[in-house]
C-alpha cells in the first residue's frame, strides 16, 4: 500500500519502520507519535503493507493517549475536529458502507463549519519549513488529508515510548497540553450543539452574532455589590436603575447620577453591535465611580425581578436600545428586539413591582422622519418614520402611553437630536469621521436632493445629561400598585436638542480644523437607508418644564470629543474600529 497524497502534505509525515514489531523505535522528536497498522487484509493482498507506517502527526494538542504502566499505548484516538466525531458519533473511521461514510462526511463539514465559526484559541502547527503557523486553512487541508486516511481500512497499534526520562517529561507535558485543549474542544462542541438557538431564522442568528447572552447572576456577593452600588448617599437622593449603562449616553448618565450621590445600578448586555471593548473601557470608568453594571438583556425577566427584588428602585433610566438608523436595514430584528420586546418587558416589571418607579426612557429625533415643519415641536406629526429604527421608537412611545393608561406608571419619554461627544458610538458619522480623515481615507458626504444640504441639530453629551436628570427630578411618582393602576399619572415627552442645525459638510470642516488633516470628501447623494435630510429641535418645551438649556455649540463639544479620541485611542496610533 502507498500513500502518495499523505507524503506530499506539509504538515504530516510517514516514517515506514523496519519491522512488523509493537514497539516504534526511539525517536528524538518530543512529537507525539500515532502507529498506523494497515490491516491483515490489505496487507495480505499488498505485502508491502506488511511494515508498519508511524505517522508523526502535526496536532500534539489534539492527540489523545492512553498508556498502561508499561507505556504501552492501549487506546489512541486522534481529536482533530472529524475524528473525534468519528470517536463521538456512532460512524467509526473505519467503516466501508457508504451510507455510513456520507454521515461521516456530514460529521465532519458540521465540524469545520465549528471551528471557522468558534475556533477562538491559537492553533499551533509547525509547518514544512519547520516554523509555526496557525490558522484554519491548515486545519482545513490537514482534514482533507485525513480523508484520504479514512479510506485505508486501519486499527491503532500500539508502540513503546521513548524511556530517556527528557523525553518521558516532555511526553507527559504534552499529555497535560492535550488533555487540556482537548477538554476544552469537547467543551466548545457542547455550547455549540446544546446551547445555540434551534431556529435559524436570520432574526435569531443575528442575534446570537450580536452575542445577546445573560450571564449567570446570584449569589450574596453580587447581592452586596448590587446594593452597594444602588445605595443612596445624598439627602432627597433617587435609586436608579439605568439600562444601557455601558452605552454612550447611559455612561454619562450614570456616572452625573452618581456624584451627586444617588444610588445607581447598571445594566448592560455588552452586545457586538460596535467594538465591545469601548463598552468595557466605559465599564471600567463606572466602576471608579461606583457604578456597577450588571451584565443582562433587558429581556431576561427573571434578572429585571430580581434585581427590583434586591433594591426597591424609585426610578428607572431606561437607554438600553438597538441604536442607529442605517442598521436597521441590516438587522431589522434587533431593533424588534431591543426596542419593542426590552421596553415591554421593562416595562411588565416596572408595572407589577412594588413600589412602581417612575421611568425616564430615550425615544429620539428620529420619529420625527418626514415632517418638514421646522423646528420640530412635540405637537408635531410623527406618524411618518423614514426608518426601522424610527418606527420602533415611535412604538415605543405609543406602548408608553398604554403603560401610562393601564398601569398607572409615569413616563416620560426623550427626543435626543444626534447625541455626540467623549466615549461616542464609533458607529455614529462624526467618530468614524475623525477615525477615518486621520487613517486618510475618504468620507462620503450625503448631499439632498439637487445639491441640497443635510444638517443635523447635533447636540453635545453635557446638555443631554442635564436634560435627562432634570427629567428625573421632576418625574412624578407612578400611581399604581400591585399591577393595577390608583390614578392618573404622568405622561410626557420631550425634545432634547441643541435649536441649531449645521451641515454635515461644515461638521466635517471643525474636524478638518481640530485634526490639522484635509479630509477625502466623497459626496453623494443621500441613499435611501432610513436617513432624513435635516433635524431642528424645538426645545421650549423641555426649557419650561426641565430647565434644559443647552449651552456647547459644535465646535466645543468637536474639540472635546477629538481631544478625548486622540488620548483614548493614542494619537491615532491605535484607531478606532
Ligand atoms: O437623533 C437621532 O434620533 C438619531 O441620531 C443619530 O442618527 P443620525 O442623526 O443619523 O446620526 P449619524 O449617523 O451620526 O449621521 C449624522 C449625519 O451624517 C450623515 N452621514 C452619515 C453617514 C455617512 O456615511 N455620511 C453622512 O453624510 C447622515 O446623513 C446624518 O445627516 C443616531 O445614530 C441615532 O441612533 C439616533 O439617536
Known sequence: MTFPQIKKLPSLKFVKTRERSSVCEPTP???????????????????????KYRLK???????????????????????????????????????????????????????????????????????????????IQDLESVMSQMMHIDNIPSTPGKFKMEKSPYNRLRMHFSLAKLTFWSFVFLGLIFVFFYRSPASSSPVSSDLSRRSLRTSSYGGPAWEKRIKASAKVRSRNGISVLVTGAA???????????????????????????????????????????GVYVVEGDINDATLLKKLFDIVPFTHVMHLAAQAGVRYAMENPGSYVHSNIAGLVNVLEICKSVNPQPAIVWASSSSVYGLNTKVPFSEKDR????????????????????????????????????????????????????????????????????????????????????????????????????????????????????????????????????????????????????????????????????????????????????????????????????
Not at 445607581?264 to 468595557?280: A, C, E, I, Q
Request: net charge positive.
Open 57 to 135: 502527526f502535526q496536532y500534539p494538542h489534539l492527540l489523545f493517549c492512553l498508556f498502561d504502566d508499561t507505556n504501552t499505548l492501549i487506546i489512541t484516538f486522534i481529536a482533530t475536529p472529524f475524528p473525534l466525531f468519528c470517536f463521538l458519533s456512532p460512524f467509526p473511521l473505519s467503516t466501508t458502507k457508504r451510507k455510513t461514510k456520507k454521515k461521516r462526511l456530514f460529521f465532519q463539514t458540521l465540524t469545520l463549519a465549528f471551528f471557522k465559526k468558534i475556533w477562538r484559541f491559537p492553533l499551533k502547527t509547525r509547518n514544512s519549513q519547520g516554523g509555526y503557523s496557525s490558522n
Open 382 to 577: 410623527t406618524d411618518q418614520p423614514a426608518s426601522l429604527y424610527a418606527a420602533t421608537k415611535k412604538a415605543g412611545e405609543e406602548i408608553a402611553h398604554t403603560y401610562n393608561h393601564i398601569y398607572g406608571l409615569s413616563l416620560t419619554g426623550l427626543r435626543f437630536f444626534t447625541v455626540y461627544g467623549p466615549w461616542g458610538r464609533p458607529d455614529m458619522a462624526y467618530f468614524f469621521f475623525t477615525r477615518d480623515i486621520l487613517k486618510g481615507k475618504s468620507i462620503p458626504i450625503f448631499e439632498a436632493a439637487n445639491h441640497g444640504t443635510v444638517a443635523r441639530d447635533f447636540t453635545y453629551i453635557d446638555d443631554i445629561v442635564k436634560g435627562c436628570l432634570a427629567a428625573l427630578d421632576t418625574a412624578e411618582k407612578s400611581t399604581g400598585s400591585g399591577g393595577k393602576k390608583k390614578g392618573a399619572a404622568q405622561l410626557r415627552v420631550f425634545n432634547l436638542g441643541n435649536t441649531s442645525p449645521v451641515p454635515v459638510s461644515d461638521l466635517v470642516g471643525i474636524l478638518e480644523r481640530l485634526l490639522k488633516v484635509k479630509a477625502k470628501r466623497l459626496v453623494m447623494k443621500l441613499p435611501r437607508n432610513g436617513d432624513v435630510p435635516f433635524t431642528h429641535a424645538n426645545i421650549s418645551s423641555a426649557h419650561k418644564e426641565l430647565g434644559y438649556k443647552p449651552t456647547t455649540d459644535l465646535q466645543t463639544g468637536l474639540k472635546k470629543f477629538v481631544r478625548w479620541y486622540l488620548n483614548y485611542y493614542g494619537n491615532g496610533k491605535k484607531s478606532a474600529q
Open 247 to 289: 452605552g454612550f449616553v447611559g455612561t454619562h448618565v450614570s456616572v452625573a447620577l452618581k456624584r451627586r450621590g444617588d444610588g445607581v445600578l447598571g445594566l448592560d448586555n455588552f452586545n457586538d453591535y460596535y467594538d465591545p471593548s469601548l463598552k468595557r473601557a466605559r465599564q471600567a470608568l463606572l466602576e471608579r465611580t
Open 29 to 51: 522528536s518530543p512529537k507525539l507519535n500515532l502507529l498506523f497498522v494497515p490491516t491483515t487484509t490489505s496487507a495480505s493482498k499488498k505485502p508491502e503493507d506488511s511494515h
